[in-house]
T-cell receptor
Framework: EDKVVQSPLSLVVHEGDTVTLNCSYEVTNFRSLLWYKQEKKAPTFLFML????IEKKSGRLSSILDKKELFSILNITATQTGDSAIYLCAVEANGRKLIFGQGTELSVKP | DAGVIQSPRHEVTEMGQEVTLRCKPI?????LFWYRQTMMRGLELLIYFNNNVPIDDSGMPEDRFSAKMPNASFSTLKIQPSEPRDSAVYFC??????????FGPGTRLTVT
């Protein structure tokens, strides 16, 4: 069965800290991995990764994929309270549909 | 663009009642997805459409759930009869590319 596992499930840090969120997966016919940020409402797209070893970066957020070890990490540097959210990892499985992990709930304290 | 529009935003109903959730995708998007999110199971894909045609409904939990997309600008997800275990947030998403999906604000359904 295809599955996506995220860790940790929750994390509390202080502003200015750097955090690393993990996503591991087991799916057939892997094509890509995506990261989403979900605040109080709907998930919003952050990154899509298809190739190993190539870092995607947007401001203080960056992500990298390791297709050999079947995982991805999402790094957030110099965290701010506005980074508090649930971060979702999703993997494209058969039929071009996404399988989501449980999410990591990040809380950034002032 | 207004983004993906869902209605209602909140729905409270009694067990056994029919529930209809509505979605208007972003204009021009030819993929539409229905998801359900719960604490226990996270975000699960229920069904998705491409050019108004259902492509994969393997995530629909049982016959009580049905979805339609009569045209490119409207889709419904119906639950009949509803049960307390259907309580969840239901998201609709749309996209050009099936992966870079734009989510609506969700409908929070409570079945008592």
């Amino acid at each position: 069965e295809d599955k996506v596992v995220q860790s940790p499930l929750s994390l509390v840090v202080h502003e200015g800290d750097t955090v690393t969120l993990n996503c591991s997966y087991e799916v057939t016919n892997f094509r890509s991995l995506l990261w989403y940020k979900q605040e109080k409402k709907a998930p919003t797209f952050l990154f899509m990764l298809t190739s190993s070893g190539i870092e995607k970066k947007s401001g203080r957020l960056s992500s990298i994929l390791d297709k050999k070890e079947l995982f991805s990490i999402l790094n957030i540097t110099a965290t701010q309270t506005g980074d508090s959210a649930i971060y979702l990892c999703a993997v494209e499985a058969n039929g071009r549909k996404l399988i989501f992990g449980q999410g990591t709930e990040l809380s950034v304290k002032p | 663009d207004a983004g993906v529009i869902q209605s209602p935003r909140h729905e409270v109903t009694e067990m056994g009642q029919e529930v209809t959730l509505r979605c208007k995708p972003i204009s021009g998007h030819d993929y539409l997805f229905w998801y359900r999110q719960t604490m226990m199971r996270g975000l699960e894909l229920l069904i998705y459409f491409n050019n108004n045609v259902p492509i994969d409904d393997s995530g629909m939990p049982e016959d009580r759930f049905s979805a339609k997309m009569p045209n490119a600008s409207f889709s419904t997800l119906k639950i009949q009869p509803s049960e307390p275990r259907d309580s969840a947030v239901y998201f609709c998403a749309s996209s050009f590319d099936p992966l870079e999906q734009y989510f609506g604000p969700g409908t929070r359904l409570t079945v008592t």
